[in-house]
């Protein structure tokens, strides 16, 4: 199966994959502080999900399953691979490794959520974020809703690059990404996971919360929880460095074989 016609950012040459998917209001650009990090150990890539960024406007909206089928795709060529989603990039990244398991090696969800199908308040308000977008343009958009996404005393340097990558967005891509959201609610799929994984939140994240973050970590059998001081829901933005810490060490972790595993291999050809 050929990958879709997706932009993709991508550095190192050597190591296991690492698939970053972005959030609604993101693309490729917000993971420049991990393309950097992870690429000197491992082989990263960054989509520009359909809709975004350079890469062409779906046909038609793919919902939550279809962007899973296009990371799946992007895996098919690459490989099984370390899935770091981000906000609406982790609610996809969850479905990706439901429906795809043996293309994830590890599963990253940073500051993300179950879906906004969790009530019909929060579905129908997702579902008006695409006129906003389109009555007040890109840029005064970004100015009025990425100041949320990061934490009250976070630098202006950061706030400044969460606004500039926020005015990029568009349409039809927002609209799909905002129904995919709107129709999602994964509180059922998350017992299901047999993926080990790490759940990853902003200390001061105003958007998804700590308490959404807690709930994926307990409801995922191979899940834990780790909260990130001095930011907010850009956390992998706004505090990179503890970010990439946390994950590199995780990725380390979930190539380690298990201890049973380790102590077999550790007495073959001692009897």
Not at 117 to 122: P, Y
Not at 153 to 167: C, K, L, P, Q
Request: hydrophobic residues 45%.
């Amino acid at each position: 199966m050929n990958a879709p016609a997706l932009h993709l950012e991508c550095a190192g040459e050597a190591g296991s994959p690492v698939l970053l998917l972005h959030g609604i209001g993101g693309s490729s650009a917000s993971f420049a502080p991990q393309l950097q990090a992870f690429g000197r150990i491992h082989r990263t890539i960054a989509w520009d999900a359909p809709g975004y960024g350079r890469s062409p406007d779906p046909d038609g909206a793919p919902g939550i399953a279809g962007y899973a089928r296009d990371a799946a795709a992007i895996l098919a060529e690459h490989g099984r691979a370390h899935v770091v989603g981000v906000s609406w990039g982790g609610v996809i990244a969850t479905r990706l490794a439901a429906d795809r398991p043996e293309l994830v090696r590890s599963l990253t969800l940073a500051d993300s959520t179950r879906g906004s199908g969790l009530t019909v308040e929060s579905a129908a308000r997702m579902r008006q974020r695409p006129a906003e977008l389109a009555g007040s343009g890109a840029a005064e958009f970004a100015r009025r809703r990425a100041p949320r996404l990061v934490a009250p005393g976070a630098a202006a340097s950061v706030r400044t690059g969460v606004e500039r990558i926020m005015s990029t967005v568009r349409l039809p891509g927002y609209r799909f990404a905002a129904e995919s959201m709107a129709e999602t609610d994964h509180s059922d799929l998350l017992g299901a996971l047999r993926v080990r994984t790490l759940v990853l939140v902003g200390a001061e994240d105003r958007v998804t919360g700590v308490a959404e973050s807690r709930r994926i970590a307990d409801a995922i059998p191979c899940a834990r929880l780790e909260i990130v001081p001095h930011a907010g829901h850009a956390a992998n933005q706004e505090n990179p460095d503890r970010v990439n810490r946390l994950l590199l060490e995780f990725f380390a972790e979930a190539e380690r074989p298990p201890v049973a595993d380790a102590i077999a291999n550790s007495t073959e050809g001692t009897s």
